[in-house]
């Protein structure tokens, strides 16, 4: 095909921004200062260890390499648990139908995510197989906003990065789109994603025709 997309997961796919904001709360609680959903706004799309330095930013605390060391493994335990208790209901809606949508035009998707536990989360809600390739947060050396997880995403669907389509829950992730040279599609809220080519509330809310103009003409 002559395009392709690029799916974020956590946000974008499966509801796991919540449980990422949980884990992160538990933290702020235990270290004494206030983390809102705003300031999780800036976690997202973010690798685990700058999430935990911004969390630390946030609250104004310093701690050891060692200490942060133990708390990068505690909150992937806590976090882990609640994937683990995850299925099939948590695919976010829209998500499904659109994967339809992409497979009955022959346009191949990709995994760009950020998160180290992708494999694992996909297999949890049944959807790792339908996935052409994956690139996740172990593929990648520079985290979002640097669009190095999308260019090699790019690579495996064998396309041009101006050939293909991001969807992204993050401010991190339309950036990194942005800066890839791709078309960004901001999913959530428009305010918050500003910088994104296109911007929906939700996958539910992407016309049935949304890629036909892409398959039409050549994009970007
Ligand atoms: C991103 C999430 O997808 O993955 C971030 O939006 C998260 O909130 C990041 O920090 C890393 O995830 P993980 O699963 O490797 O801790
Ligand atoms: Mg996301």
Redesign the pocket.
């Known amino acids: 095909s002559k395009i392709g997309v690029i799916f ?4 974008v796919i499966v509801d796991t ?1 919540k449980y ?1 904001y949980l884990a992160w709360k538990n933290l702020a609680d235990s270290l004494d200062f206030e983390f809102t959903e705003a300031h999780n706004e800036l ?6 260890v700058r ?1 935990l330095e911004i969390l630390l930013d946030i609250g104004k605390v310093q701690l050891s390499e060692q200490k942060k060391q133990e708390i990068l493994i505690s909150k ?1 335990e806590e ?1 882990l648990g609640y994937i683990m208790k995850m299925n099939t209901d948590e695919i976010l809606p829209g998500a499904e139908k659109l994967l339809n949508t992409l497979d009955d035009l022959g346009v191949n998707y990709v995994l760009g ?5 992708a494999e694992l989360i996909l297999k949890q809600v049944g959807l790792y197989h339908r996935f052409f390739g994956i690139v996740d ?1 172990n593929a990648v050396s520079k985290a979002k906003p640097d669009p190095e997880v999308f260019l090699i995403g790019a690579k495996k669907l064998n396309l041009l990065p101006e050939s293909c389509i991001v969807f992204e829950d ?1 401010i991190a992730g339309i950036e990194a789109a942005n800066k890839a040279n791709m078309t960004s599609v901001g999913i959530g809220d428009k305010e918050t994603l500003k910088e994104a080519d296109f911007n929906f509330n939700s996958l539910i809310e992407i016309p049935e025709d949304f890629f036909s103009r892409f398959l039409s003409e050549k994009i970007k």
């Open positions: 974020d997961l956590d946000g921004a990422h976690l997202k799309g973010v690798s685990r999430s992937n976090y995510s950020a998160s180290k536990n947060g993050a």
